[in-house]
């Protein structure tokens, strides 16, 4: 089993001294993926939620309008997708 760890950074933007913008990277959180022998993919997100004011829905497929009346589906991304 492969294991690779990412960080979880937040942008945050600033003007130097000289009046230059820039931006700081803030490290908010980890993901690590274990990439096993079958071909699978597992991820966790670890992200300490300190002082984040924040709920968890569950994502549900929507229905078209339109006469094919199909589900939207999702579907599941590969890393080289994400970064």
């Known amino acids: ?23 700081q990277w803030n490290n908010i959180g980890t993901m690590t993926e274990f990439h096993k022998d079958d071909g699978k993919i597992s991820r966790i997100i670890e992200i300490p939620a300190i002082g984040l004011d924040a709920n968890l829905f569950k994502i549900e497929p929507k229905q078209r309008e339109n006469s094919e009346n199909q589900d939207q589906g999702y579907e599941e991304m590969g890393t080289e997708e994400i970064l």
């Open 1 to 23: 089993m492969k294991i690779i760890r990412y960080n979880i950074s937040k942008p945050k933007k600033y003007t130097d001294r000289g009046g230059n913008e820039k931006t």
